[in-house]
T-cell receptor
């Protein structure tokens, strides 16, 4: 199947700093990528839809200025957590779908990035 | 908005026993997908169901899509320790976004 790579896999930062997480589609082009947040033993909560060449679409309750998304190319989307605070500590996962694949809408997930804010 | 409910939240079974997780959507779906997330890992696609009443099998896993295309189930026959993980259903409401259920955590005692 298609491969989505996410980096870094884990990061620890101080409160008030910004952290950038990258999501790359390695063997396909993704015009749309999705960013999720997952708390321990909970489901995937969609944060935003990242659209190549245009602004991301944020879900209700997600702060646009805090979670900056940039989708500058067909293989790369980035999520920047600005002025991170301990409550932002979580597991962040990206996903992308393959247009024209055998399963419409099937998502391929990155490995996830575990953020810990001290 | 669309909601996808999944039960049970957690199930602990003896190896060899069967396991079932159920998923219900508040709206009619164009398709439903199932994912498995191993502890510490990321979700991996298992299957997609599109047709009303569809049943698909993958070895010991049986997936069903309800006639009304609002509910689905995943049944595992004779669980093994390798089945451990969290199983998520995800509903696609006609080209909108995928909405994930809360997931069912499966633990298998050997």
């Amino acid at each position: 199947g298609a491969v989505v790579s996410q980096h870094p896999s884990w990061v620890i930062c101080k409160s008030g700093t910004s952290v950038k997480i990258e999501c790359r589609s390695l063997d396909f082009q993704a015009t749309t990528m999705f960013w999720y947040r997952q708390f321990p033993k909970q489901s995937l909560m969609l944060m935003a839809t990242s659209n190549e060449g245009s602004k991301a679409t944020y879900e209700q309750g997600v702060e646009k200025d805090k979670f900056l998304i940039n989708h500058a190319s067909l293989t790369l989307s980035t999520l920047t957590v600005t002025s991170a605070h301990p409550e932002d500590s979580s597991f962040y996962i990206c996903s992308a779908g393959v247009a024209g694949g055998p399963n419409t809408g099937e998502l391929f997930f990155g490995e996830g990035s575990r953020l810990t804010v001290l | 908005g669309q909601q996808v409910m999944q039960i049970p939240q957690y199930q602990h079974v003896q190896e060899g026993e069967d396991f079932t997780t159920y998923c219900n959507s508040s709206t009619t779906l164009s398709n439903i997908q199932w994912y498995k997330q191993r502890p510490g890992g990321h979700p991996v696609f298992l299957i997609q169901l599109v047709k009303s009443g569809e049943v698909k099998k993958q070895k010991r896993l049986t997936f069903q899509f309800g006639e009304a295309k609002k509910n689905s189930s995943l049944h595992i026959t004779a669980t093994q320790t390798t089945d451990v993980g969290t199983y998520f259903c995800a509903g696609d409401e006609y080209g909108n976004k995928l909405v994930f259920g809360a997931g069912t955590i499966l633990r298998v005692k050997s």
